[in-house]
């Protein structure tokens, strides 16, 4: 069974989804997306979409900061997904992956006089960083841009290349993650996840006036600290030093999920594994994202209706 998209207001196969090569999203980011986890429950034989109708609030936030229109509300557009998704019949993991973007064929930069379009497609998706062992990060030589450069509050395509620059950096000198501080030298977030510290007993998280994307994940787990586990989350600019001197770390994100961080610049954090509020906290989160706690299952929004659908028949 081949996967699909929804592409030019249909549902597809995804092979037949193409753009132009003039494409003016190609050629100057202009385009904003969103990522949104499926999760398998095996025992339920169920994909689990989590937080879609969160993630697509947001999708409109980042259109009005770049001037685009989404002709479809959110209802509509978790329903659509749940059809691409189901369609493609996947039994495993998987990342639904929309994308907002200017469609007119055209060259010159701007953002006005040019059509708005909108697409969507699912992949298998496995784990992102190695959520067992914990992740070894360095912090990058790359600054995390502000929100008066590119708004860092909206998922804006042309905005990752300060990821993606932050992140092969990382690679390149041994790590597997990087971490990005503000112009001003505080920490802000990794190079697609935020970040948190366990300091003192005191669970820390950099604010959004330090160039954050408020990441769904993140408010997920500040949640999910207090309600289950009565800790509360303090918001405050986080200095570069306190990452080495944390008892614990962890990154959170659609894709990282809540990934333990073991090693900050060649600085084991803690004892060098992974913490027990961390891997407690993990556990609690993946029980809840493949609806396995009752109390969050308007979190998860179900693809499979049926027994035979979900056996792919």
Known sequence: ????????????????????????????????????????????????????????????????????????????????????????????????????????????????????????????????????????????????????????????????ANSALAKTEAWENGFDEAILLTQEGHVSEGSGENIFILLQDKLITPPPSDNILVGITRDTIIQLAREEMGVETIERQVDRSELYIAEECFLTGTAAHLTPVVEVDHRKVGSGGVGEFTRELQSIYLEVVRGKRAKYLDWCLPVYSTVAQRAGG
Not at 79 to 85: D, G
Not at 103 to 114: C, E, F, P
Not at 118 to 145: H, I, N, Q
């Open 1 to 160: 069974m081949p996967p699909y998209a929804f592409f030019d207001n249909r549902i597809i196969p995804l092979s037949e989804a193409k753009i132009g090569i003039m494409t003016h999203a190609l050629h100057y980011g202009t385009a904003c997306f969103d990522g949104i986890r499926g999760n398998w429950n095996e025992e339920e034989r169920q994909i689990y979409l989590f937080r879609a109708g969160a993630h697509y609030e947001r999708l409109h936030r980042s259109c009005r900061i770049m001037k685009m229109d989404i002709p479809y509300t959110v209802d509509e557009l978790c329903r659509l997904t749940v059809e691409v998704v189901e369609k493609s019949g996947y039994q495993e993991d998987v990342y639904v992956r929309p994308l907002a973007y200017k469609s007119s064929q055209t060259i010159g930069v701007r953002l006005h006089d040019l059509e708005d379009s909108f697409l969507a497609f699912v992949t298998p998706f496995g784990p992102y960083l190695d959520m067992e062992k914990g992740a070894r990060c360095g912090v990058s030589t790359w600054r995390r841009v502000n929100d008066n450069m590119i708004p860092a509050r909206a998922k804006i395509t042309g905005l990752y």
